[in-house]
């Protein structure tokens, strides 16, 4: 049976029925009325819901200015989207409205902020009226009365390939045997790095350096380090121990420090930070030391 009209095209149903004989499951026993005609319907203007395709939508990362929002939807759709929140911005604020009823919608927004998070509502509507509201409902700001839509997602940056070494390591004027890097943390652009434990500084000390550590990451135009670090002093041991063997701590301190760098440093040639841990206790007891970041933007 064809059930398509010359309005609306539609499926063909072919129906099948088979049954065995007898007096309670035969042909003989049913009964039948005469044949009516099929008249197929739109759907109901008032129930039809507007669903979006979870695996096929979403938002990613398109020039490192810019984010794609990918939507598909059951049935064609005028949509308008625009940016949740108070996002950061290098030009006028964008949005985006089609011109016409489409299932699949794909376009961009640009003018972002390098490595930020930004999330994106999509208001629909279909051509019998019906409308319906797609965000991120897991990620604030919440839209109330929106359905979920995978609407979150970073722009892009400079991709970067680097190495971080430590160089110039010494215990200043005070140098007892059994003092030694307890811990000795880096932190670049959100990316950890434990460079070192537990090595005493009498093993490395002068232009020894602590262990590299290789990276790739994504980057912003200004790049974020953390240095943390923590000395320690344990009871002194005979021999070069290196770290001292002994359990007894006598003493330790802390420091952290904070550095900020450009890419264009970045491109320019090394980045170098010097640092120091100096115990409260005794002033002239301190660790230096220089971080150094060398690499290469890739694309």
């Known amino acids: 049976m064809d059930l398509s009209t010359d309005e609306e095209p539609g499926p063909t149903l072919v129906l099948s029925a088979t049954f065995s004989e007898g007096s ?9 009325g005469p044949a009516s005609v099929f008249e197929p319907g739109l759907p109901d203007e008032e129930s039809a819901e507007i669903r979006i395709d979870d695996f096929a939508s979403g938002v990613e ?12 939807f059951s049935r064609p759709v ?7 929140g108070d996002p950061c911005l290098i030009g006028p604020e964008p949005s985006f409205e ?3 009823l489409r299932e699949t919608h794909s376009f961009r927004l640009d003018g972002l902020c390098l490595r930020t998070l930004y999330s994106v509502a ?10 319906a509201t797609f965000a991120d409902v897991t990620y604030p700001p919440i839209v109330p009365g929106a359905r979920y839509f995978d609407g979150t997602g970073w722009s892009d940056g400079y991709r970067v390939e680097y190495s971080v070494s430590t160089s110039g390591v010494t215990s200043g004027d ?3 045997p059994g003092v030694h890097l307890a811990r000795y943390e880096v932190t670049i652009d959100g ?14 000390a002068g232009d020894s350096s602590v262990t590299p550590a290789t990276g790739t990451d994504t980057w912003s135009d200004e790049v974020s380090v953390t240095i943390n670090f923590a000395v320690e002093q344990r009871a002194e041991v005979p021999g070069p121990q290196c770290p001292p063997h002994a359990d007894h701590r006598l003493r330790h301190w802390y420091a952290s420090v904070t550095a ?4 264009a440093d970045f491109e320019s040639g090394e980045i170098t930070i010097p640092f120091e841990a100096r115990d409260p206790a005794f002033p002239d007891s301190t660790v230096n030391a220089t971080l150094t970041i060398t690499g290469r933007v890739t694309e």
């Open 98 to 100: 089609s011109a016409g």
């Open 260 to 263: 900020d760098f450009t890419i």
């Open 61 to 72: 990362p398109d020039g490192r200015d810019g984010i794609r929002v990918n939507a598909v």
């Open 78 to 84: 005028r949509l308008r989207a625009s940016l949740l």
């Open 191 to 204: 990316e950890d790095f434990d460079l070192a434990s537990g090595i005493g500084i009498y093993c490395f």
């Open 174 to 176: 005070f140098s007892p």
């Open 24 to 32: 309670d499951r035969g042909g003989a026993t049913w009964q039948t």
């Open 122 to 131: 999509l208001e629909v509507e279909d051509e019998f009226g019906n409308t």
